[in-house]
């Protein structure tokens, strides 16, 4: 038997068939691939990507579901702040009017109330409660001294409830107030209202004369509050914006 050429050694034969084997299987996958061969390395990241931008998504969706929240919160505690100052400000408005509408009705009452000086062109002469031979008692009355004929002037609004002779008070004429107080003018000389008729504050009702028990012309003026026992008339003037 003719000898043979010298074979390869075992593990020779063995890598060579391995060799052959992974070129084989590698040909098959490159035919079955497509040629750039990176769509498991794509898959892979697109994988990847997905579940991060599911995990981004949820996060976001979650800080806008929060500023929502404090936005509807926000918004509700402004509408709340507003509906409280306007009601704070119709509060104050209703307060300012009804401020307002009491000032206004004070102010006709301190006009209504106001009196006028019973004459003009006088001196004051003898004033309420001093004494004097000329007096059974104390003085009664404030005498505004001047002319014969000077105007007399209701102080304030009422009605005549007497007009004529009185002894020593001559021609006297009395006006009561609507409050009840009397209103007393002396020593006329003549007297131009009658008894029942509605007088106006600052009316002419006579004229300053020397009858009754004078010592000259006066006009002696006496105030008497309910109709009683009298009080100073300088006083009640003063109160009521005329000061002599």
Not at 133 to 150: I, N, R, S
Not at 193 to 219: F, K
């Amino acid at each position: 038997m003719a000898p043979l050429g010298k074979l390869p050694a075992l593990p020779t034969l063995v890598g060579a068939a391995a060799l052959l084997t992974a070129a084989g299987g590698a040909l098959g996958m490159s035919q079955a691939l497509p040629q750039d061969g990176n769509i498991s390395l794509s898959a892979g990241a697109a994988a990847l990507n997905g579940t991060d931008v599911n995990i981004d998504l949820s996060a976001r969706d979650q800080a806008i579901s929060r500023d929502s929240e404090r936005q509807a919160v926000q918004h509700a505690a402004e509408a709340h702040l507003k509906a409280a100052a306007e009601a704070q400000s119709q509060q104050r408005s209703a307060a300012l009017a009804s401020l307002a509408k009491d000032a206004q009705q004070r102010a006709d009452e301190i006009a209504a109330n106001l009196w006028a000086l019973p004459t003009v062109g006088y001196h004051l002469t003898a004033r309420f409660g001093e004494s004097s031979g000329l007096w059974a008692h104390t003085h009664t009355g404030l005498d505004f001294a001047g002319p014969v004929g000077a105007p007399i002037l209701a102080v304030a609004s009422g009605t005549i409830t007497q007009a004529g002779y009185d002894g020593a008070y001559g021609y006297k004429t009395v006006e009561t107030l609507d409050d009840g107080t009397e209103i007393w003018y002396c020593h006329q000389s003549s007297i131009d209202v009658s008894v029942g008729e509605r007088i106006s504050e600052g009316e002419h009702i006579g004229e300053l004369g020397n009858t009754g028990n004078t010592t000259g012309p006066h006009l002696h003026l006496e105030v008497r509050p309910g109709g009683g026992d009298p009080v100073d008339p300088y006083t009640m003037l003063v109160e009521h914006g005329a000061t002599p």
